[in-house]
């Protein structure tokens, strides 16, 4: 068991079983012992690798989408340009390279990173270095300026602490993290206990069903929405998930392969798959949202084959079949295309942004 483990086990001991909300919040981000607080999980040796990890197309084409957002609403200046859990930076430093050369798109900007890791705020700082703007991290999405916001998260949100209930005869109970045989970390389930509001999604659940909620995101996307409400902007939210899902989907990943999420507290990546109908529901007044398209038909809409074979045309060899492995993977449908999707938010009455065309 792992020194997290040991912590979590005498806290259950002594005030009972934790919600799996409180238990998926210290992995991830105990200020000790945390899997983002202690390390760069990303990349083959590390646990696991994301969109922007995998080629530099997919940040150029997010840089070009929101960077057409921008001259579609008149080329606000200044702008902020925010991201969300920014990882190594890679995303980042694709949007601002691809996003050179729009004509006072840099000039205009401030850059804002909501980042809680220590060492992953470092990587940022070095990814960012080379563009001479430097970023302003932010503890939470309150920080975040009041100016005109071009937004985007790639595998954020799916790293946001869930609660788990779960459809009891007797009404609706809440999963907890507790101590099962053997004093060993288990799951069990609480009395059945008033809901939170989950209205948009209990007409469709029956008797065993569970059903997940994320507490913070809907006040991030609040956040976010408020600040595109009042002064313009667009926002990207990309990650795994659905409209509306069902069941368990709280996971564990270490080295590239899926593990027991109770097994090794704060060694393993924890995340759930997004409801990203929660998301829409929490858009402040004045904004709209687009319809949620699977990430290889948005690159595809984008223009990714054709930046795909350009790129091709210079690389030969093992480089040209890396490229190429690449670009389908973020694309096919058995692959990223379709587990991942794309949700935009924008000022209502704004053009529809790239990418989102019915
Ligand atoms: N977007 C990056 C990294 C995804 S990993 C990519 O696509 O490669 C998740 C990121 O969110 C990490 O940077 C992690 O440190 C950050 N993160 C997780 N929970 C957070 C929280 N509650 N507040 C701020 N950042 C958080």
Same mark, same amino acid.
């Given at each position: 068991?792992?020194?997290?483990?040991?912590?979590?086990?005498?806290?259950?001991?002594?005030?009972?079983?934790?919600?799996?909300?409180?238990?998926?919040?210290?992995?991830?981000?105990?200020?000790? $012992?945390? $899997?983002?607080?202690?390390?760069?999980?990303?990349?083959?040796?590390?646990?696991?690798?994301?969109?922007?990890?995998?080629?530099?197309?997919?940040?150029?084409?997010?840089?070009?989408?929101?960077?057409?957002?921008?001259?579609?609403?008149?080329?606000?200046?200044?702008?902020?340009?925010?991201?969300?859990?920014?990882?190594?930076?890679?995303?980042?430093?694709?949007?601002?390279?691809?996003?050179?050369?729009?004509?006072?798109?840099?000039?205009?900007?401030?850059?804002?990173?909501?980042?809680?890791?220590?060492?992953?705020?470092?990587?940022?700082?070095?990814?960012?270095?080379?563009?001479?703007?430097?970023?302003?991290?932010?503890?939470?999405?309150?920080?975040?300026?009041?100016?005109?916001?071009?937004?985007?998260?790639?595998?954020?949100?799916?790293?946001?602490?869930?609660?788990?209930?779960?459809?009891?005869?007797?009404?609706?109970?809440?999963?907890?993290?507790?101590?099962?045989?053997?004093?060993?970390?288990?799951?069990?389930?609480?009395?059945?206990?008033?809901?939170?509001?989950?209205?948009?999604?209990?007409?469709?659940?029956?008797?065993?069903?569970?059903?997940?909620?994320?507490?913070?995101?809907?006040?991030?996307?609040?956040?976010?929405?408020?600040?595109?409400?009042?002064?313009?902007?667009?926002?990207?939210?990309?990650?795994?998930?659905?409209?509306?899902?069902?069941?368990?989907?709280?996971?564990?990943?270490?080295?590239?392969?899926?593990?027991?999420?109770?097994?090794?507290?704060?060694?393993?990546?924890?995340?759930?798959?997004?409801?990203?109908?929660?998301?829409?529901?929490?858009?402040?007044?004045?904004?709209?949202?687009?319809?949620?398209?699977?990430?290889?038909?948005?690159?595809?809409?984008?223009?990714?084959?054709?930046?795909?074979?350009?790129?091709?045309?210079?690389?030969?060899?093992?480089?040209?079949?890396?490229?190429?492995?690449?670009?389908?993977?973020?694309?096919?449908?058995?692959?990223?295309?379709?587990?991942?999707?794309?949700?935009?938010?924008?000022?209502?009455?704004?053009?529809?942004?790239?990418?989102?065309?019915?």
């Amino acid at each position: 068991m792992s020194a997290l483990g040991a912590v979590l086990k005498r806290r259950i001991a002594a005030g009972g079983p934790i919600q799996v909300a409180e238990f998926m919040a210290e992995c991830l981000l105990h200020p000790e $012992y945390g $899997y983002y607080s202690t390390r760069d999980p990303l990349g083959a040796a590390g646990d696991f690798t994301t969109a922007p990890e995998i080629s530099q197309m997919f940040g150029e084409l997010v840089g070009l989408a929101l960077a057409q957002g921008w001259i579609d609403q008149g080329r606000p200046a200044p702008l902020a340009l925010a991201e969300a859990g920014p990882g190594r930076g890679t995303l980042m430093a694709d949007i601002l390279r691809a996003t050179r050369a729009v004509p006072g798109f840099h000039a205009a900007l401030s850059l804002h990173l909501v980042e809680a890791s220590p060492p992953l705020r470092r990587a940022q700082a070095a990814a960012l270095a080379p563009f001479g703007i430097t970023p302003h991290w932010h503890d939470a999405f309150s920080g975040l300026p009041d100016l005109p916001l071009f937004f985007v998260a790639n595998e954020f949100f799916d790293a946001l602490p869930i609660r788990q209930f779960i459809r009891a005869a007797a009404g609706w109970c809440e999963r907890r993290v507790g101590l099962g045989k053997g004093g060993t970390l288990a799951f069990g389930v609480g009395d059945p206990a008033a809901l939170p509001a989950l209205a948009h999604r209990l007409a469709d659940t029956r008797p065993g069903d569970m059903v997940e909620i994320c507490p913070a995101a809907p006040a991030a996307i609040h956040e976010v929405t408020a600040r595109i409400s009042a002064r313009g902007g667009l926002a990207l939210i990309i990650d795994y998930g659905d409209w509306r899902s069902l069941g368990d989907t709280l996971q564990a990943v270490r080295g590239h392969a899926p593990v027991d999420p109770l097994a090794c507290p704060g060694e393993a990546d924890l995340t759930a798959h997004v409801d990203f109908e929660a998301l829409a529901c929490a858009r402040a007044a004045g904004t709209a949202h687009s319809r949620l398209v699977p990430q290889g038909v948005w690159l595809e809409r984008l223009g990714i084959a054709e930046r795909a074979r350009r790129l091709a045309a210079g690389l030969s060899g093992v480089g040209r079949d890396s490229h190429l492995r690449a670009y389908r993977r973020l694309t096919h449908p058995e692959e990223m295309g379709t587990l991942f999707k794309v949700l935009a938010f924008h000022p209502e009455g704004a053009p529809p942004p790239a990418g989102f065309a019915p």
